[in-house]
């Protein structure tokens, strides 16, 4: 993408970012791109994750069973409602075919 294909207000705000002079011009070359990091082995990606799910804060068996109840009833009451409305909106539209 050149200069030439941003608009005034982009141009702006480069330039209030300072990467634009007054004139127009870049004022910084762009950033390099990142050297390739070296991949791991599969026995260190494992032994890493396995460390790090040693810090996860896992729930209680009380506070899995009572987030349980609450999704479960929570999903039972949407689903009520969208077919109560399913319901209404088909006998609505029997009326307007009939």
Do not use: C, H
């Not at 077919?83 to 209404?88: A, E, M, P, R, V």
């Amino acid at each position: 993408m050149s200069l030439d294909d941003l608009n005034r207000e982009q141009k702006r705000q480069l330039k209030r970012q300072g990467a634009l002079n007054d004139q127009g011009q870049p004022t910084r070359a762009p950033a390099p791109r990142p050297a390739k990091k070296e991949r791991v082995g599969i026995v260190q990606y494992l032994r890493e994750v396995r460390d790090e799910m040693r810090k996860v804060a896992w729930p209680k068996a009380p506070e899995v069973r009572r987030f349980s109840i609450i999704v479960l009833v929570t999903v039972v009451l949407y689903t009520a409602y969208v077919f109560g409305l399913d319901s209404l909106f088909g006998v609505l539209s029997g009326w307007l075919y009939d």
